[in-house]
């Protein structure tokens, strides 16, 4: 039986994925969504940046103006939100339950800010956090991209910093994978989305 709290938002419960740019939560999500395009479904967040070659308006993100932005953020239309290098992040109540009408597990894809924010609600996620085994890895995985200029590199390590420290708080995660065997990590998140991943199954077969 869920208790009354979660019963707001209807449908699986929803998974945040935190972790530091570069520890590579986004190729464990694609893996995940390929195994399982019937059971997940990725909250589009909204951002003011601009989209980068190759991304699309309402699937990478919603691309908005940040006056638009902030009066969702002010008409409280927004789960969490937060800002990073001059542009505004965040997710949208609509968005995940997009998701959930269709009985699927949204992810969530946010920062430490966002999680913190997340805490306070009632959506009841569970909380896992994507880390990279050190520093020095981290870094030499975000200049291999080679899509930062040096400034916003070192904020993103900075940042990371912070992520990696938050991410050993008690009680904040429901799991911390560190990343550095992609199979491992993968099989890793698996295994901590597993009694979600069966129950969605079970609710689509006899649905």
Known sequence: MRDSTTKAMAGPRPVVLSGPSGAGKSTLLKKLMK??????GF????TT???RPGEENGRDYHYVTREVMQRGIDNGEFIENAEFS???YGTSKAAVQDVQARNLICILDIDMQGVRNIKTTDLNPIYISIQPPSMAV?????RDRKTESEENLQKRLKAAEVDMEFS?????FDAV???DNLEDAYGQL????????NLVKKIKVSS
């Open 168 to 172: 050993k708080e008690p009680g904040v």
């Open 138 to 142: 981290l870094e030499k995985r975000l």
């Open 86 to 88: 001059g542009n505004m």
């Open 43 to 46: 909250s589009v967040s909204h």
């Open 35 to 40: 195994e399982y395009d019937s059971v997940f």
């Open 49 to 51: 940046r601009n989209p």
């Open 177 to 179: 994978i560190v990343n």
């Open 190 to 197: 698996k295994h901590a989305l597993l009694e979600e991943i």
